[in-house]
């Protein structure tokens, strides 16, 4: 498989980006890149994930204050993304090799009693790891994201976006940003998400994603998650909160999905957040972070 690594050069002096880089190695001679700040021994330890076409840049305002609680933060970029290397043909991407890639790196990684914050794909692919190691996580956090399986017509927002993410050939990363977040983005921050990718040769990860969601009932992926539904998240009694924005088209409901399958999410602290579009980490990062606080203080290991 050919991939290719951004140079390094190309994340100096990004606005609130000042954390060392970390690697773990896979598959493929490939390598994960990630956050990983606070104290190794914390009680408490984040896993957040992020989706498409983002990478951990997205959670530079969330990782301060949960710092400051003591945590300890872990912040991955999926293959095709960020400091990640990147496989340069679509045909190297699919549904489960994101699984699988990810599921090497928890391995190796191998933190314990994680509570797991996911948005977009990083709860696609966030959820799959819970399913496959209960025992790794203590809680769940799901913000703008889901577990599809192809068995209901996904929003048209979604579909449109699917649409042209397989048609564009020059992949605007800054516009689809702006164009799912409320706050306004500077110059530097929009240049910042498309840093990873220095021409189109390393954009092929984030052009194929949304067409990997499960939109049909036979995708090759949909029987993986109906399992992961029926038999972890719906027996799932440890904590799990929803935390999903109120201008975001193509999840808007999704949070109801989990209130209704998962006895976990009975009793939390549910919020709607106001103001809060598709990429929620930029318009309300420090208080996502105010809501995974309580919600950790609220349910003790």
């Known amino acids: 498989m050919k991939f290719l690594n951004t140079p390094d050069e190309r994340f100096d002096n990004l606005p609130g980006y000042n954390f060392e880089p970390h690697y773990i190695s896979i598959s493929h001679d490939m390598r994960v890149h990630y956050i990983d700040e606070g104290p190794r021994d914390a009680k408490e330890t984040i896993l957040l994930m992020h989706g498409e076409p983002s990478w951990s840049f997205l959670y530079r305002k969330m990782i301060d204050p949960l710092l ?20 340069v043909q ?18 190796q990684l191998d933190a314990k009693n994680l509570t797991l914050f996911c948005q977009d794909w990083g709860g696609l692919i966030g959820l799959r790891l819970v399913a496959n190691d209960p025992n790794r996580f203590a809680r769940i956090a799901v913000s703008n994201t889901g577990l599809p399986t192809g068995d209901h017509t996904p929003p048209e927002a979604f579909l449109k976006w699917q649409k042209f993410s397989q048609k564009v050939e020059v992949f605007p990363f800054g516009g689809v940003i702006q164009g799912a977040t409320q706050v306004e983005l500077s110059d530097e921050e929009l240049a910042a998400y498309q840093a990873p990718y220095p021409n189109e040769d390393y954009t092929a990860g984030a052009k194929i994603f949304p067409a990997l969601v499960p939109t049909s009932s036979d995708d090759p ?18 904590p799990l909160i929803t935390l999903f924005g109120d201008k975001d088209p193509i999840t808007a409901g999704g949070e109801k999905v989990f209130h209704k399958l998962v006895p976990g999410t009975k009793e939390q602290a549910h919020a709607t957040i106001e103001g809060g579009g598709h990429f929620i980490q930029e318009d309300h990062g420090p208080l996502l972070a105010e809501h995974i606080i309580k919600f950790i203080d609220a349910n003790p290991l």
Not at 71 to 86: Q, T, V, W
Not at 94 to 105: D, G, I, K, P, T
Request: charged share 20%; glycine share 6%.
């Open 68 to 87: 400051a609680a003591g945590y300890r933060c872990i912040a991955p970029d999926l293959i095709g993304f960020g400091k990640s290397s990147k496989p």
């Open 90 to 107: 679509q045909s190297d991407y699919s549904y489960a090799s994101h699984v699988s890639w990810m599921q090497e790196f928890m391995d």
């Open 221 to 238: 992926e949909s029987e993986n998650n109906r399992q992961a539904w029926k038999t972890v998240f719906a027996q799932w009694t440890k």
